[in-house]
Every structure is written in structure tokens, then in C-alpha cells.
């Protein structure tokens, strides 16, 4: 920390003070966390702040940072609770905490695969409701699938190098080509419309909502969406009923509300949002923002800046 200069925290992760406080007490900031966990009390609180933690939920948003704040570190590779644009229009760097998660999601994303095709919760029910479908469920194998990975980014990455490694036929699309990529570029179309599995990792903006169809796809395709619910068009989804699977980890409202007609869906596998939720991805995340609000208290430039902001934060 700068000497002389005392800055002010605010805390919005769904966490008690308490832990809070063990988290990034030794950063010798004025630690503040909402009282009660609304958006009132967030607004209400942002006029204290110099440097905010945003909420990883995200129930609490920041829109508009205001006059003070100089800094928002999100705690989590997604950054969809923050408004970047107007914290762009204020000159305030947002930064995520890029790849502390990847490893989390491609893993996730392959499990959920391996279930859908092994049929392992229906197997799991069955046996447990007394019953012994050992030749009867229709089970099937990954190796030597073809599978499009939409998204080429940390995580599709990974994803790819997983999936090859079990032995399938892996292309991707993204927005943009990437030369290094680990597997060949396959048009969007052709990627949906003839691939056994179809995992979904793009990030969510106004290009991608809504970008994956689910009736395009094959009959017998599996669809796995581990990266927003925006996404992926949740109305085909119920539509789909030609898929062969649908594995989901997130969903256009979270938590997934008790009447969706998602709960019901025939051979659909539900995740709630955990797919980056291991003890070994939040080790790495809050390492990551506690080294980056250490380089901001200290007068260094932030990392993994988002909203393409100088990433020397500057107090007010």
C-alpha cells in the first residue's frame, strides 16, 4: 500500500464478515460488506468505496461506480453482474481472474458428456429403486464420437485437448479463427448440424445470446452448455426432443426457478453453476484477486483488465 493513503474495500462475494475479513484483512484496507444483500445497500455503499470485490452470484450488481471507485475485481472468470461499459465510461478497470477456472469447466464438461452417454444417473436411480438395467439403458461410448466445441478460449482449450485425448474427432467454432488452436475450425453450421456432441464455452455478449439453436442439432446429439444460459436458447432446448442428452450447468435465470419445464426435460442432466466450483478453482481465483488488489493498493498495474481500461489504477 501506498504510505500515508488509506483505501476502502468493499466486499460483495455471498461470504460472512468473517471470512471476509481472513481473506483480505492484511491488505490494511477499510473492509465494508453490505449489511443485508441487496442492490440498496450495494448503491448505498459504492460512495465509501475506492476498490470493490464483486459478487461472483451475481445477485449484487455494480452498475455505475461512481465518483470514488477505481477499481473492480471480479472474482471469477464470467464478469456478467458488472456493468464494464459504464465503468469504462468512468475510467475504472474491471478485471476477472482469466484461467483460474479453466481446468474446473473443461473437466466438468467432459463428466458431463461420460454421464450422458454411460446413462449414469439413470443407472444410479434404477439401482436404487431396486432394479438392474445392466444391458437394457442404452449406454454408449466417447471414444471415436465427433464433437464441436464452440468457443475457443481458456476453456475450449482445454475441453479439446480432453476430448482428443479420449479419442474423438474434435473442431470448434469461435467467433474469430485462432491459428494456435489445438483442434481445426468448422463453420458454425456444419459444426451444429453434424456433430454427435456439441459443448458449448463462448462467453456471453450481444453476438453470442441466443447463438446456439438446440433443434439444429443432429437426432441423437448430446448438448452441453457450460458456458451462460444467455447462451444457448433455452426455448429449443424443450423443443429439442430429437437430442439424444442435454447436460446444463447454467441457465437464462439462476437459481433455475421451481416451475421451469427444464426440471421435467427427459434425459437432462442438472448443474447448479458448478462446473468451475472446485476447492482447487477458488484457491486460484482468490489468489488472483488478492495479488491484483495487491498491485493496485501498491501503485502497480492490474492484470487481466477486461474493459480495456488503463490498468494503473488511480485513486480519487
Known amino acids: 500500500m501506498l504510505p500515508g493513503v488509506t483505501w476502502s474495500l468493499l466486499a460483495l462475494p455471498p461470504v460472512p464478515r468473517e471470512l471476509v475479513e481472513a481473506l483480505f484483512g492484511d491488505l490494511g484496507a477499510t473492509l465494508l460488506t453490505p449489511e443485508e444483500r441487496t442492490q440498496e445497500a450495494v448503491e448505498a455503499l459504492l460512495p465509501e468505496a475506492d476498490l470493490v470485490v464483486a459478487d461472483w452470484s451475481p445477485v449484487l450488481r455494480v452498475g455505475d461506480p461512481g465518483p470514488r471507485v477505481c477499481f473492480v475485481q471480479q472474482p471469477s472468470v464470467g464478469y456478467d453482474g458488472v456493468d464494464v461499459d459504464a465503468c469504462a ?3 475504472v478497470p474491471v478485471a476477472n481472474t482469466a484461467g483460474a477456472n479453466t481446468t474446473s469447466v473443461a473437466e466438468w464438461c467432459v463428466s458431463a458428456v461420460l454421464a450422458l452417454l454411460r446413462k449414469t444417473v439413470e443407472a444410479d436411480a434404477a439401482v436404487r429403486a431396486g432394479g438392474w438395467p445392466q444391458t437394457s439403458l442404452g449406454a454408449g461410448e466417447l471414444a471415436g464420437k465427433r464433437v464441436g466445441v464452440v468457443g475457443m478460449g481458456p476453456v475450449g ?8 485425448a479420449f479419442g474423438c474427432d474434435v473442431a470448434y467454432w469461435s467467433r474469430r479463427r485462432h491459428d494456435d488452436a489445438p483442434v481445426p475450425y468448422e463453420d458454425l453450421d456444419a459444426l451444429l448440424t453434424t456433430r454427435d456432441v456439441v459443448v458449448v464455452v463462448i462467453a456471453l455478449g450481444p453476438e453470442t445470446r441466443g447463438l446456439v439453436d438446440a433443434t439444429r442439432l443432429k437426432p441423437g446429439a448430446l448438448l452441453v452448455n457450460g458456458a451462460r444460459g ?3 436458447d433455452e426455448a429449443s432446448l424443450l423443443a429439442a426432443t430429437h437430442l439424444g442428452g442435454v447436460a446444463l450447468d447454467v441457465f437464462a435465470v439462476e437459481p433455475l426457478p421451481a416451475d421451469s419445464p427444464l426440471r421435467d426435460r427427459p434425459g437432462t442432466l442438472l448443474s447448479p453453476h458448478m462446473a468451475g466450483s472446485t476447492g482447487d478453482a477458488a484457491g486460484r481465483i ?15 498495474p492490474v492484470v487481466d483488465v477486461v474493459n480495456g481500461v488503463d490498468p494503473l489504477v488511480v485513486r480519487r
Open 286 to 300: 482468490l489468489a488472483a484477486t488478492s495479488a491484483n488488489l495487491r498491485r493496485a493498493l501498491a501503485g502497480e
Open 89 to 91: 465510461a468512468r475510467g
Open 157 to 164: 482449450r482445454a475441453a479439446s485437448r480432453l476430448f482428443a
Open 230 to 232: 444467455l447462451v444457448v
